[in-house]
């Protein structure tokens, strides 16, 4: 069959899955889990005040209504794999001029070459099927000196994402830091490197969850924090 006609691709699982989220509102509860490691981020990407950013995996939306706020001269472009996360990341958007939802793959992105000056990315590239076409995809859309800011909380040096894998109905990949930086200095970014960025947020005393064994593995977990990917276009 012609793979592209077929709808059992690693592209066509992950929409599958992730309409399912979104159809039963994680897209928005992702907000609130994801704030606390990406504020910290903002801080340090220093951005101005005319970026033209993309969010590649964007869920619902949240982070580029919230910066299409704070920055309203700036243009927020925002992609995702998943037709229902956008449908309802373009209803929460209303008529905001600055700001726009298109379906696409991190593997395709939909723009053209040197559209942006910020790629974001937030708890999303370790789905991306093929991780080392995707750093040339963000590669190419970003303008000279742009950057590229990918955040992950699934990597290899992490030893408190055990659990994770069994309960991903798809395939994701745990690539360590360095594996990470490599990659993205093969897709021609100058200036990688990695930091990690732990979640300050309140741990509960008692953690019912599947994702952690319990709430002293969560405690570790976010103290260890999230890998933060940066490259230059430069
Ligand atoms: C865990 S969610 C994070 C969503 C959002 N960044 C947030 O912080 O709320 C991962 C997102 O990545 C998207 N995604 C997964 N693989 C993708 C790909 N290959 N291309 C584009 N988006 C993808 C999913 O559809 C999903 O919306």
Request: charged content about 25%; hydrophobic content about 40%; proline content about 7%.
């Amino acid at each position: 069959m012609n793979p592209k006609l077929s709808s059992d691709t690693p592209e066509s699982r992950l929409r599958v899955e992730f309409n399912s989220w979104a159809t039963s509102g994680r897209g928005e509860e992702m907000a609130a889990h994801h704030l606390p490691i990406v504020l910290p981020m903002l801080e340090r990407m220093q951005p101005g005040p005319r970026e033209r950013w993309l969010d590649l995996g964007c869920g619902s939306g949240w982070l580029m209504r919230m910066l299409a706020e704070r920055y309203p001269q700036a243009e927020f472009t925002g992609v995702d794999i998943s037709d229902a996360m956008i449908e309802r990341a373009r209803q929460a958007a209303g008529d905001r001029r600055n700001l726009r939802f298109l379906a696409g793959s991190a593997g395709r992105i939909p723009a053209q070459a040197q559209a942006f000056t910020r790629v974001v990315s937030v708890e999303s590239a370790y789905y991306w099927p093929d991780p080392a076409r995707a750093a040339r995809e963000i590669r190419r859309v970003l303008a000279a000196r742009g950057e590229a800011w990918v955040l992950i909380n699934y990597y290899d040096d992490n030893p408190f994402v055990s659990l994770w894998r069994r309960h991903l109905p798809v395939e994701v990949h745990r690539l360590s830091a360095r594996q990470w930086e490599n990659l993205f200095a093969e897709a021609g970014f100058t200036h990688v490197r990695t930091e990690r960025i732990p979640d300050p947020s309140p741990t509960p005393e008692v953690y019912n969850g599947r994702w952690f064994r319990d709430a002293e593995e969560l405690k570790k977990f976010k103290a260890m924090g999230a890998l933060l990917i940066v490259g230059a276009a430069h």
